[in-house]
């Protein structure tokens, strides 16, 4: 609402008592400045006691003699309902009023009211004039309110060398809107050359005023280290001080710096409590987090249904991470029942958003036909806007989907380009499929060495379909010396590493090996009985299945009775090892 005007008059008098006394008698007699004056005592309870009613009166009569001052009091009144009843288009008649008179403050009000339409139809253009007026008489909010008006172009062009003049003619008069402002016009290189040391220097001149808005913009610098040296320190204390105005997100980015430990000793419920904060205040990122730390009891007592709660609040105002979450749980059932196809309608919310997980997701159930009709057409549409935005995991399952031909013709050019593109980005799986690609030849030159190498790059991460296949390149000499113990390692190494009992290839290997030994490999029948038991167990019907039992069959038939137990005996020990980590990985969220 309009702001009430300031008074000096009262600074002649040693009391407000003695002011009040010389006012009246003034008042009295009609002069328009008294009554103004006595009006703003009786407002305030200076010297007399206060009483609105009176306070009004009074300004009425200053008012009705076309006295500007009292007229924008009257009008304030009005808006807030002090002393009259609150009447926003009454009030507005009398800051119109004095505005026609050129005071100003009722210019700049005016704009105000127009801009917001509040007791005036809304009229941007209309706003703009009243801001400008007020602004060439050197009003600061007017100077900054225009300069906004040309930022965004509302009510005229946009306009950023405009804005910038005006909002430089608002901070040189100190007004801290107009500091902030001319600070994020440096910062973000809007009509003028970016300059972050000098967008730090206006924020720092706003902040210090107390404007909790520049206080975060300059918590943003020194967190990301933009026009002064990176201090996750000081970001902190600068976002405590915006936080503590009640700023939503620096009240959440204060909780974030709690929850990592970013310039302050890391505290989970400390983090809790500034989530809550900006959650309460309806804040949509500060709700996704506080979800998250009650999805993984970190600062409050786990709770997942408390976590749908929060993800919920958040996605019903379109935050897509938080709409992104939310189908993953209906999609797992955690926290809320198991429902696939709510699970589609929360990732296709974020999908439609750009949000490229929930794409990639998206794409994965209409694949496998999870709470939506299966189409591969629409799934390739899916995997394909992740891409588009180098979402690795996207770009390798186009890979896959142009390889087997799956809602798009077989392509295995295209196929290993989409691996390609995942593989540069590190994907160890995406790197695997392209040295098979060298490997065979598919989709692009055969090349051993190249194949090898990407067989390394997805080794170095631990990938053990890769330590298998490199496994096979040295067993056959492709693309390296053939070396059989070296492969007879790896293939161990493959099975060995396996948490979960899905390598049964590469345990038929390694038992096979182990049982047959050679150069370099020292034979172990009880450890090859092991490996090959395994297999067979963890493999499915097919070529390995097949393998693997007819190497099985041949160990039984060398080993001894206690080989064979010693062997079975082995084998319980590594299946209780994939239970327990089996577990372990159902009770991980």
Known sequence: PPRSTLFPYTTLFRSDAQAAQWFQKAADQGFAPAQTALGFLFANGRGVAQDETAAASWYRKAADQGFGLAQIQ???????????PKDETEGAHWVTKAAEQGNADAQEDLGWMYLHGRGVSQDDATAVEWYRKAAEQGNPWAQNNLGWMYQEGTGIGKDYSQALIWYRKSAEQGNFRGQNNLGRMYNNGWGVPEDDVEAVLWYRKSAEQGNSHAQHNLALMYS??????????????????????????????????????????????????WFRKAAEQGYATAQGNLGSLYGRGLGVPKDETEAVTWYRKAADQGSAASELTLGNMYFYGVGIAKDQAEAANW????????????????????????????????????????ADQDDALAEYNLGVFYQLGKGVSQDNAQSSQWYR??????????????????????????????????????????????????GDSYRMGYGVPQDFAEAIKLYCAAADGDTTGSMSSAMNKCGYGLMVGGPGVTPSLVEGLKWSILAVERSAPGEVHDRSTVNLQRALAQATPQQIEDARQRAETTRAKWKANSGASSNTN
């Open 74 to 84: 009257l009008g304030s009144m009005y808006f807030t309902g002090r002393g009259v």
């Open 224 to 273: 990301n280290g933009l026009g002064v040296t990176k201090d996750l320190a000081e970001a902190a204390t600068w976002y405590r001080k915006a936080a503590d105005q009640g700023l939503a997100y620096s009240q959440n980015d204060l909780g974030w710096a709690y929850e990592n430990g970013f310039g302050v000793t890391q505290d989970y419920k400390e983090a809790a409590a």
């Open 347 to 386: 990732y296709r919310k974020a999908a439609d958003q750009g949000y490229a997980q929930a794409q990639r997701n998206l794409a994965l159930i209409f694949s496998n036909g999870l709470g939506v009709t299966k189409d591969q057409t629409e799934a390739l549409n899916w995997f394909r806007k992740a």
């Open 421 to 470: 593109k995942a593989a540069e980005q590190g994907l160890a799986t995406a790197q695997v499929s392209l040295g098979i690609s060298y490997l065979q030849g598919r989709g692009v030159a055969k090349d051993y060495d190249e194949s090898v190498r990407w067989f390394r790059k997805a080794v170095d991460q631990h990938d053990l379909n890769a330590i298998e296949d490199l």
